[in-house]
């Protein structure tokens, strides 16, 4: 069974950064796309980044100029480089992986908190 592992996460001021790092358990050969999800206290879990197999990506509004997803397919690992972080950004954040073998595969979550 395939488990993704989740680092990165942390307590950091406003107006910095961050860099998560998701990688899969073992070898994945047919992943399509990877993605990085995030739930807020009280809040519905959303997108924050994805990334497809062939490098298209895809940021929502609120974290577009200063996150950055990126993979490597090798290591099947995937990135978010997070910049100019805000307390709106506090959340526990997931990562995703769509494979058409394996399926959907998600991380446990790792808590990223902004505040001064």
């Known amino acids: 069974q395939v488990q993704l592992v989740e680092s990165g996460g942390g307590l950091v001021q406003p107006g910095g950064s961050l860099r998560l790092v998701c990688a899969a358990s073992r070898n994945i050969l047919n992943i399509y796309r990877m993605g990085w999800y995030r739930r807020a206290p009280g809040k519905q879990r959303e997108l924050v980044a994805d990334i497809a197999s062939g490098g298209n990506t895809n940021y929502a509004d609120s974290v577009k100029g200063r996150f950055t997803i990126s993979r490597d397919n090798a290591k099947n690992t995937v990135y978010l480089q997070m910049n100019n972080l805000k307390p709106a950004d506090t959340a526990v954040y997931y990562c995703?992986?769509?494979?058409?073998?394996?399926?959907?595969?998600w991380g446990q979550g790792t808590q990223v908190t902004v505040s001064s």
């Open positions: 995703k992986i769509d494979d058409y073998i394996v399926g959907t595969i």
